[in-house]
């Protein structure tokens, strides 16, 4: 069974960091493209960050960019997601995703097999 586990959320004040973590099991990913999309309350799942297959190309929202850092290590099967400069609009449940085997990095969550359960990011003012 593939499973898709964060770890790494929380409370935390504007201006501060957080590193998310997405363990994989049931599944190598090494070849797959992995993601962060976060889903604020009565909003959809938006693109946070992506990853190639590959692990030589990273794409980032313009919301984001030049404050998180995605990256991966393809020896423990795994993804992070370091967040700095924190907002409060940043406020989420954070969800780590893997698309399909040597498929590009989308903004489309359709695009998307392989999801995690989430976890949240309270980002207080």
């Known amino acids: 069974q593939v499973q898709l586990i964060e770890s790494g959320g929380g409370l935390v004040q504007a201006g501060g960091s957080l590193r998310l973590s997405c363990a994989a099991s049931?599944?190598?990913?090494?070849?797959?493209?992995m993601g962060w999309f976060r889903q604020a309350p009565g909003k959809e799942h938006a693109f946070v960050a992506g990853i190639s297959y590959d692990g030589g190309r990273t794409y980032y929202a313009d919301s984001v960019k030049g404050r998180f850092t995605i990256s991966r290590d393809t020896a423990r099967n795994s993804v992070a997601l370091q967040m700095s400069s924190l907002k409060p609009e940043d406020t989420a449940v954070y969800y780590c995703a893997a698309g399909r085997a040597y498929s590009g990095v989308y903004e489309n969550a359709a695009r998307w097999n392989y999801w995690g359960q989430g976890t949240q990011v309270t980002v207080s003012s």
């Open positions: 049931g599944r190598t990913f090494s070849n797959y493209p």
